[in-house]
């Protein structure tokens, strides 16, 4: 059975369906909740999910502060990890900071990573849609 390993506070979830799993990673400051209805619909298709917390994240402000986004990228290898323990196929996806995430996951880990969905990732700051 895929299990995340939870810490108190932590929002992590997953579904056990099919051999191909899906990585869903969360944006800056944001929650696993954040990719749920994506989540649900994958699910419904037989596809496996993770959904797992990056560190510092869901908690407090302080905490988020403290962590830094290698801490966040480590939290996604590990769930990769634990993903591919129980798929033959894996897609990475995320929204906004988490589509950044998946982008250097799937560039650094091309071995296990099959694919990439990405949700409103911020490719080039520009200054103007985020300033």
């Given at each position: 059975?895929?299990?995340?390993l939870?810490l108190?506070?932590?929002?992590?979830?997953?579904?056990?369906r099919?051999?191909?799993?899906?990585?869903?990673?969360?944006?800056?400051?944001?929650?696993?909740?954040?990719?749920?209805f994506v989540?649900?619909?994958?699910?419904?298709?037989?596809?496996?999910?993770?959904?797992p917390?990056?560190?510092?994240?869901?908690?407090?402000?302080?905490?988020?502060q403290?962590?830094?986004?290698?801490?966040?990228?480590?939290?996604?290898?590990?769930?990769?990890?634990q993903?591919?323990?129980?798929?033959?196929?894996?897609?990475?996806?995320g929204?906004?900071?988490?589509?950044?995430?998946?982008?250097?996951l799937?560039?650094e880990r091309?071995?296990?990573?099959?694919?990439?969905?990405?949700?409103?990732?911020?490719?080039?700051?520009d200054?103007?849609?985020v300033?």
């Amino acid at each position: 059975m895929l299990s995340l390993l939870k810490l108190p506070g932590d929002r992590s979830f997953s579904f056990e369906r099919g051999s191909t799993g899906v990585l869903l990673l969360h944006g800056l400051g944001g929650t696993p909740v954040e990719m749920r209805f994506v989540a649900l619909g994958l699910a419904r298709a037989g596809i496996t999910v993770s959904c797992p917390q990056l560190a510092g994240h869901s908690g407090s402000s302080r905490a988020l502060q403290e962590s830094s986004w290698q801490d966040w990228y480590e939290s996604a290898e590990v769930a990769l990890d634990q993903l591919r323990q129980h798929c033959d196929t894996v897609i990475v996806g995320g929204l906004s900071a988490g589509a950044v995430l998946a982008l250097k996951l799937a560039a650094e880990r091309s071995g296990d990573v099959d694919g990439a969905a990405l949700f409103a990732p911020t490719l080039r700051l520009d200054g103007w849609g985020v300033p």
